[in-house]
């Protein structure tokens, strides 16, 4: 879910009661998934999209980074 679809979720339903956790792999990680899919995206422009959308992000509580 991209921060654009949090926000249009949180006008939809209460997150109240909710916990939002944000999977921040590296971006090696990400590229190399993205690269590896099947589907009509490109890989590049996804993951440069990406980047943008969650260039700020911060409406999450709980950070997870470590994908080992």
């Known amino acids: 879910l991209s921060p654009a679809g949090l926000r249009q ?3 939809k ?3 109240e009661n909710c916990m939002i956790f ?3 792999p590296n971006k ?3 590229r190399n998934r993205l690269l590896n899919r ?3 995206d490109n890989a590049l422009r996804r ?3 990406d980047l943008i959308d969650f260039q ?3 409406e999450y509580d709980v950070m ?3 994908f080992s």
């Open 9 to 11: 979720l949180k006008q």
């Open 13 to 15: 339903i209460s997150l």
């Open 22 to 24: 944000y999977l921040n």
């Open 28 to 30: 090696d990680l990400i």
């Open 38 to 40: 099947n589907d009509a």
């Open 47 to 49: 993951y440069n999209a």
């Open 56 to 58: 700020d992000f911060t």
């Open 64 to 66: 997870i980074t470590d």
